[in-house]
């Protein structure tokens, strides 16, 4: 079995260490503490059915529809017409 730092294993995976930390601590990945120059160093050990049942429940992340720059500038300005609508609303109760 190979050994990863819980900080290779978040580059790898496009996952924070946070979440890392919390799947290490549910055991969702097996890992194991070594002490090394006075400190404890938390190794994830890698299992390829882990891996693939773990790569199958990471959630991708969105990717953005490709627009124009004036689609872009569009909705931009529609917002700012909705949060200029909002303002003077808030305004006119106090």
Known sequence: MKK?????????????????MKMVKSHKVESETVQRNGKEVTYILLDEDREKKIKNS???IE???DLSLGDIVK????????????VKNLQKRL
């Open 75 to 86: 909705v931009l300005q529609q917002e700012v017409r909705f949060l200029r609508e909002e």
């Open 58 to 60: 990471i959630v991708p």
């Open 63 to 65: 990717k953005k529809e």
């Open 4 to 20: 990863m730092t819980i900080k290779s294993y978040a580059v790898k995976h496009k996952l924070s260490i946070f979440n890392v």
